[in-house]
């Protein structure tokens, strides 16, 4: 038996179909126009922190110009001091729909975290200034009514300093000193050389614990997370979030206080341009004394800093300091390495970046590091 349609239903039909049909192509058009608008503003995103990028570029290569003016304008180019134009500070550009803001900071104003590898340290680095100011005559560790003159910014008797032993990795014990100084929640002493000695093994090229508070291989890859130790110079003082004994309140506090150099180990710090406010460092550096006496130190650099070392050691501040002659190596007046933290901003777009620069031997800038992202 046939079933008829009337030609009334067949047209129902015919319109839901249509209406199907249509309400298919609403939705892939929508879904098309979603994309299309999706790919403009990721194309316009991406172009903006190109331009943000170029931006950073350029400062960077502002920064490299400030940094050779300040030294050609510089009469005497071998004392790096803050009263140069590259130490005015965070500096801001207005630009076309951004901005433009850059800060030259001494790598050599800071610890440098890599120095703790090199444990023979002579110091030296073919700086011949480290030997001005050695005169055996005027220096007061040579004078036998001196050999037991105390300095009463010292506190810390039961060290070897005090003893006037000879500290071989002076690096090592500025920075237990400065974590000491520190006063940091949780960490005395006994963490305080934990830490250098973790941190020494972090550096070091072997998989052999080095001291009872070192760390290597086995330490970290029994960790929920294992890894294994870098056993190499650090690129980053974020590097230290992964070290031994290093908690968040302890990297927190040092964190202004230190820094590292890329592929150098060296340790030598510039009395000129050493922050007043992080004037723990300066104690730090010169065995522990107290705060008094570095702040007269650093009341007495002036503002174009120390011509030279001997400046410095002929301080009668100086010479009061116990054994202060093996502390010298550890200073410079001039300064090699620089940072350069950039960021900059273009239509709601922002970019930061930090360059490492060193001052070459023929007065040329070379960027050796570049870290890009707030860190």
């Given amino acids: 038996m046939m079933i008829k349609t009337s030609a ?3 047209r129902g039909v015919a319109l839901v179909t249509v209406m199907l049909v249509l309400a298919i192509c609403v939705i892939i058009a929508s879904r098309m126009s979603s994309a299309l608008i999706f790919q403009v503003q990721r194309t316009e995103n991406i172009n903006s922190n190109q331009q943000a990028y170029w931006y950073a570029m350029g400062a960077e290569a502002f920064g490299k110009t400030v940094l050779a003016l300040s030294f050609q304008d510089n009469k005497d180019k071998t004392v790096t001091h803050l009263g140069q134009p590259w130490a005015a500070g965070e500096t801001a550009f207005p630009v076309d729909l951004g901005e433009i803001s850059g ?8 610890f440098n975290l890599n120095a703790l590898n090199n444990p023979n340290q002579s110091n030296n680095y073919d700086d011949n200034a480290s030997d001005q100011g050695d005169d055996d005559n005027n ?7 001196n050999g037991e003159s105390q300095n009463p910014g010292n506190g810390n008797d039961d060290d070897d300093n005090q003893q006037g032993k000879e500290i071989k990795n002076k690096a090592k014990q500025a920075f237990i000193e400065l974590v000491s100084l520190l006063d940091i929640e949780g960490v005395d002493r006994y963490t305080a050389e934990a830490m250098a000695e973790a941190l020494q093994d972090w550096l070091d090229e072997d998989s ?3 001291a009872p508070g070192g ?7 029994s960790r929920e997370y294992p890894y294994l130790a870098a056993n190499s110079l650090m690129v980053s003082s974020n590097e230290l979030r992964l070290v031994e004994h290093f908690s968040a309140q302890a990297i927190l506090a040092l964190q202004d206080y230190v820094c590292v150099i890329p592929n150098s180990h060296r340790h ?12 723990e460092l300066l104690q730090a550096l010169f065995g522990g004394i107290d705060s008094s006496t ?7 650099r002036g503002e174009e800093g120390f011509k030279d070392l001997s400046a410095l050691y002929d301080l009668s501040v100086v010479k009061g300091i116990k054994n202060q002659k093996q502390w010298r190596q550890q200073f410079v007046v001039d300064s090699d390495y620089f940072m350069l933290t950039t960021k900059t901003s273009f ?11 060193k001052i070459n031997e023929d007065e040329s800038i070379s960027v050796v590091d570049r870290t890009i992202g707030a860190n």
């Fill in 103 to 110: 800060e030259i900071k001494d790598l050599q104003s800071c």
């Fill in 347 to 357: 239509n709601d777009s922002y970019f930061s970046m930090k360059s490492v620069m």
């Fill in 215 to 221: 760390a290597e291989d086995n330490d970290y890859a």
């Fill in 294 to 300: 570095a702040e007269e130190i650093l009341a007495e």
């Fill in 208 to 210: 052999m614990i080095a």
């Fill in 8 to 10: 009334k239903q067949q």
């Fill in 139 to 145: 220096d007061p560790d040579n004078d036998p009514d």
């Fill in 268 to 279: 030598q710090i510039n009395i000129n341009t050493l922050d007043e406010e992080k004037i």
